[in-house]
C-alpha cells in the first residue's frame, strides 16, 4: 500500500479564475508507471470519512487501514503522543498540555501564553520533569511545539474518565479535574496534584506561568490489523504521526528518512519479512499545503519513478493512492474524493487507462469506494478470503 | 438550492412503444445556463429515499434538506396541516378527516360520503366550527378537497397517542378513539366529546352525516435546520405544502405567486439576510402529472434563464436538482433517481459537460447519490465544515 499523502487536488483553474480547463496536480504529473498500473488494474476515487468530510490524518489513515474512522477514534492525549513518536504504554494516561499565562487572582489571561517559542516549551517542560514528584507516578512531561506540550502519567490502575481543566476561555481561573466516575478518583488525585505542584514551578516563569491539560486519554484497545486481517504488516514513514497510528494497529513501524528512494530500499530489504506493507510519502502534502502545485507534481513523479521497484518484487496486491486529498490551490486538507489504484493478477480490469481525478471517476470501484473497503478488497485480490455460504 | 418538482423524467418513447431513442423532459430542453453549470460543478443522480421508493413531496423535501425521509416522519394529521398551510403550533393535536355517510344503525355505508365536493365540505366544516362546544379547548376544522378536513385540538397537555376512529371498511361503527397510554386519556376524552357532537350536528345532513378521524399527530420536535448546518435559512416558494414542510425546519418561509420572476425577484431582495435559499418551482411536477411532456420541456427551459440572475448574486454553493422524478409518460411522481448539480468555486469539476438524465450518469455524484447527502456536501463546498481529527 503506496500513500502519497495528501494525493487528490484540484485544478489550478477553478471556478474562482473562470477557468476550469486545467488538471489537477495528478493530472498534470507525468506518470507512464502509475498509467500502466492503473490500465492493468481497478481504478476509482474512494471516500476517507464520508461526504463532505475533510479528514485529519489520523483518521485517513485509520480507514485506509481497514478501521472506520468515526467508530474507532483515538482520545486527543494519545494522538498528541502518537504524532510525536512518544512510546505510549498501555495504562498510561496522556493529555494534551498548554503553557498559559495567569493574572495575580489566578485567572487566565492568555490560554496559549502568547505562543511561547518551542525551546521555551522545552526549557519549561525540562523543568517540571525534574521537579514534580508523585509518589508511585511516573511523571513525563515533552515539549510538542511552542506551547503544546505532552503529559503522561505512568502508574497502576490509572483511568482517563477525568474532565479538563482547561475552561476554554480567558477569565476564568483553571478548573479542577473532575474524575467522571469513581475508578477515577484516584487518577484525578494524581492530577490535581500535578497541576497544584506546577503552579508552584512555574510560578515566576513569564510569560508562561501556569498549564491547562485536555484530552485525558489512553491507548485505545482496538483490534489488530494481524488479528483482522491476518497479515503480518510493517509501516514504512518518515513522520512518527504515521508510524504512531501504525503502531496503534499493531504494524511493526520503520523509521527512515524523509526520502523515496530509501523508504523503497527498506521495502526491498524487509520483502520476505512481512505480508503487508504500508509505504507513506509525507511530502505531497507538504506541498499541498504549501501551495506549491509544481513541487506536487514532480514528487508524483518521484513516486511513479519507484513503481517498477515495487513491481520487482512480485507483490501480489499493489494499491496505489492517497489518505486525502491536499489540493494546493486550497493549502489544506478538503474533503474531495482521493484517487485509488488497485493492481492483481486476478483483478478485472476496467476501462480507465490513467491514474487521475477524472479519469478515475469512470473506474470499476465508483466515485465514492468507501476507504474501509480497501482492506477486504485488497484480501480478496490476494486470495485470502474465505467463500461465504456453501 | 433551486428545486424543479418533479425534474427528473422519461424519454417519450420508451421500452412500452419499442422506441428508447427518445429523450428526457430535461434532456430535450435547451438549457444552455444549467450546461455551463453542469461543466464547471459537479453532477449524478440523487436517490430521494431509497432504491425503488416513490416518495411524496414531503418526505421528498426533507431528504434535500438534510432530514432522512425514513427517521424523520410527519404525522398524518400534522402533514395535512402543513399541506394546506395551517399554522400548527406547538402542543396542538392534528388529525386528518373523512366525512362519511353511516346508516340508520351507525354503521358505516360509505367512508367517503360519495366524495362530496369541496364546497359542500366547507359548509360542514363551518357548522362544525360553529356549533361544537367543549371547555377549554378550541376547536378548528378546516375544509381541504372533497370529503376531506382537518381537525386541529388546542389546549393544554394534549397527547397524540390516541387511536384512529376509522374502521377502515364499511359495515362498521366508527371506533372509539382510545388512549394508547394514561396521559393521553384526556385527549381522548375531548376527541370522543367533539365526535359525539358532531354526530347530532350532521345527523340530518346527506349524504355527508358523520366523520372520521385518522393520524392524530403533533408538529414535531426536530432539531432545525439552523442548528443542524449554521445557516440562516428560508423557503421562496408558491405552494403552501413547500412552505410548510420548509417551516418545520425553521426556515422562513415567504409567499410567493406561482411565478419564477416574481420568485427571483425575492431572492434577489432578501439576499443579504440569508445564508440558505431555497427557491421551489412548483409548475414542472403539475405539467408532469398532467402528462404534457412539452409544457415540462418549456418550464425547465424557464428555469434555466433565471441562472444568470442567480449566479450574479455571487453564490458560494449552486444547488439545482428536483425533489424526485415525474416523467410525463407516467403521470404521476415515480421512483426514478433525480438529475442532480452542484457548483461552487471549489468543487472539482467531472467530466460531464450538459445538464441531464444520462449525461448526469457520468457525474462524480454517481447515479444514486444519497439526496441526505447533499447539505453536508455544500456545507463542505461553502467551507463550512471543521476537519475531523487531526
Given at each position: 500500500m503506496l500513500v502519497m499523502d495528501g494525493l487528490g487536488g484540484l485544478p489550478i483553474g477553478t471556478n474562482e479564475t473562470n477557468d476550469t480547463s486545467g488538471k489537477t496536480e495528478l493530472e498534470t504529473a507525468h506518470t507512464p508507471?502509475?498509467?500502466?498500473?492503473?490500465?492493468?488494474?481497478?481504478t476509482g476515487l474512494h471516500l476517507p470519512v464520508g461526504t463532505g468530510i475533510t479528514p485529519g490524518s489520523g483518521p485517513a489513515h485509520l480507514g485506509l487501514f481497514g478501521y472506520d474512522p468515526l467508530e474507532f477514534q483515538i482520545g486527543r492525549g494519545a494522538l498528541e503522543a502518537v504524532g510525536i513518536g512518544f512510546d505510549l504504554e498501555k495504562g498510561d494516561v496522556a493529555a494534551r498540555g498548554n503553557f498559559c499565562t495567569?493574572?495575580?487572582?489566578?485567572?487566565?489571561?492568555?490560554?496559549?501564553?502568547?505562543?511561547?517559542?518551542?525551546?521555551?516549551?522545552?526549557?519549561?517542560?525540562?523543568?517540571?520533569?525534574?521537579?514534580?514528584?508523585?509518589?508511585?507516578?511516573?511523571?513525563?512531561?515533552?515539549?510538542?511545539?511552542?506551547?503544546?506540550?505532552?503529559?503522561v502519567l505512568r502508574s497502576d490502575g490509572l483511568s482517563d474518565a477525568v474532565a479538563e481543566t482547561d475552561p476554554q476561555r480567558t477569565g476564568k481561573a483553571p478548573l479542577s479535574p473532575e474524575a467522571f466516575e469513581p475508578k477515577a478518583d484516584k487518577t484525578s488525585s494524581i492530577i490535581a496534584d500535578?497541576?497544584?505542584?506546577?503552579?508552584?514551578?512555574?510560578?515566576?516563569?513569564?510569560?508562561?506561568?501556569?498549564?491547562?491539560?485536555?484530552?485525558?486519554?489512553?491507548?485505545?484497545?482496538?483490534?489488530?490489523?494481524?488479528?483482522?486481517?491476518?497479515?503480518?504488516?510493517?509501516?514504512?514513514?518518515?513522520?512518527?504521526?504515521?508510524?504512531?497510528?501504525?503502531?496503534?494497529?499493531?504494524?511493526?513501524?520503520?523509521?527512515?528518512?524523509?526520502?523515496?528512494d530509501k523508504e523503497f530500499a527498506l521495502l526491498e530489504q524487509y520483502w520476505s519479512d512481512y505480508d503487508f506493507f504500508f509505504l507513506h510519502m509525507k511530502q505531497t502534502d507538504s506541498a499541498g499545503e504549501d501551495g506549491d502545485f509544481a513541487?506536487?507534481?514532480?514528487?508524483i513523479e518521484e513516486m511513479d519513478q519507484m513503481i517498477p521497484r515495487?513491481?520487482?518484487?512480485?507483490?501480489?496486491?499493489?494499491?496505489?493512492?492517497g489518505d486525502h486529498s491536499t489540493p494546493a490551490i486550497m493549502k489544506k486538507h478538503?474533503?474531495?474524493p482521493v484517487p485509488l489504484l488497485l493492481w492483481s493478477k486476478l483483478c478485472r480490469p476496467d476501462n480507465v487507462k490513467e491514474?487521475?481525478?477524472?479519469?478515475?471517476?469512470?473506474?470499476?470501484?465508483?466515485?465514492?469506494?468507501?476507504?474501509?473497503?480497501?482492506?477486504p478488497l485488497a484480501l480478496a485480490n490476494a486470495g485470502r478470503l474465505e467463500k461465504f455460504g456453501a
Open positions: 508507471n502509475l498509467d500502466k498500473l492503473a490500465a492493468d488494474g481497478i495567569v493574572d495575580d487572582s489566578g485567572k487566565i489571561s492568555d490560554r496559549r501564553a502568547g505562543r511561547i517559542d518551542t525551546s521555551t516549551c522545552q526549557k519549561l517542560s525540562e523543568l517540571l520533569n525534574e521537579k514534580v514528584k508523585i509518589d508511585g507516578v511516573e511523571v513525563i512531561v515533552q515539549a510538542v511545539r511552542e506551547h503544546r506540550f505532552l503529559l500535578f497541576v497544584e505542584q506546577a503552579a508552584v514551578i512555574l510560578k515566576d516563569q513569564r510569560p508562561a506561568n501556569m498549564l491547562l491539560l485536555r484530552g485525558f486519554s489512553q491507548l485505545p484497545d482496538w483490534p489488530l490489523f494481524h488479528e483482522l486481517f491476518g497479515l503480518k504488516a510493517c509501516a514504512i514513514a518518515a513522520y512518527p504521526m504515521y508510524r504512531g497510528v501504525a503502531k496503534l494497529v499493531g504494524m511493526v513501524p520503520y523509521e527512515v528518512d524523509d526520502d523515496l513541487k506536487k507534481v514532480s514528487l515495487a513491481m520487482k518484487l512480485k507483490p501480489d496486491v499493489v494499491i496505489v493512492t478538503s474533503w474531495h491514474f487521475g481525478e477524472r479519469a478515475c471517476l469512470g473506474g470499476s470501484l465508483g466515485a465514492a469506494f468507501p476507504a474501509t473497503d480497501i482492506m
